[in-house]
């Protein structure tokens, strides 16, 4: 049996994480998606307190948690606002590439930035179904690669210094290429699926950009197997953080059926409301305990974890879509109105699964591996 038991140290930097959800994060929720950026002064207290460093290697000033006091903290983070801690500069999902390739010379070229808070967006074109993966082509030279085209929306893509893009080349290899000059690529803007404003979403537009080998993390089997390590960890993370924003809805719902009243009595009594209440509740706490599971067999490299990885995220995405539009319905007319969070909340869940894979791309890839050999198993 797997315990998920947190440790007084975990629970200690937790609290921490949710008093600064509430407090901080929440009550600025609306303001930086106006600003369609995060207030600079809750960015400072956050990185002062380490929380924009979680991921990152101890050697590149980062805390190195394990992935277990990751998700705990990262979902108490998100239970103030989804959007604010996706806008969040610095790493982001490069964050585990760093952690697993400590000592690549490609990145310690730029470390001193990187360290210092320079903003890092992942185009990963590997693995993403969307229409538009045709639009971005790499293409292998002499003196190393080619890129051109444009990319899917990403986060962090609007103040980025640096972007790592993975991708098929012409020929079918996977690549890793790391780019740091932002004159390399222009960056288009848009109100993409109309959530996460804050997070700076953008596409990356590329001309005809020639990279050396010296740009290179990784290619052909190499890239695949770093891809898949990476992406196991930053599923698990962004599967977290969405559970974050259900328990928020959930809590917020709760309370409001609680305290408003038709014919006499509170609407959390009525039959058809406690029970979509309760419905709520056990998705936030089916999707927290596979989070979870994943999370610990990460912790171990355990080969289960890309797919386990895979079906939490795969849950999260169906759970927080459920869970925040239900609590708009639950609100009523306040529901769709912005003086209630609810309806932030349901935009940003859109946008996280449209941005991390839609339900039947998961499916489709944990179905895959399933056909190519791997058994399902059930995890001690």
Known sequence: MISFRP???????????????????RPLARNCEENREVDQSLINELAELGFLSLELPEDWEGLELPMITQVQLEQALSYGDLGIVQGLPGAGDIASLIRLLPESQVLIADKARLTNKGTTAFVDMVNTEEPWNSQLTIHENDDGYYIKGSSQPVRLAANAEYVAVAAKDSQGKSVILWLNDSNDWLVEQGDYRLGLLAAGIGRFSFNRVELPRSRVLAEGK??????QKVLTRTRILHAAKEVGLMEAALDYATEYTAERKAFGREIAKFQGVSFRIASMAMETRVAQHLVREAAVKADEQNELAEGLALRAL??????????????????????????????????????????????????AHRGAQLIAGEQEVTVP
């Open 7 to 25: 440790t007084d140290e975990e629970i200690s930097f937790t609290q921490v994480a949710k008093n600064i959800a509430k407090a901080r994060v």
């Open 222 to 227: 190499s890239a695949d197997e770093l891809l």
């Open 314 to 363: 795969n849950r999260a995405h169906r759970s927080v879509r459920y869970v925040t539009d239900s609590a708009v319905q639950l609100l009523g007319g306040h529901g769709f109105v912005q003086e209630f969070p609810a309806e932030k909340w349901m935009r940003d869940a859109q946008a996280q699964v449209s941005l991390y894979g839609r339900e039947k791309d998961l499916l």
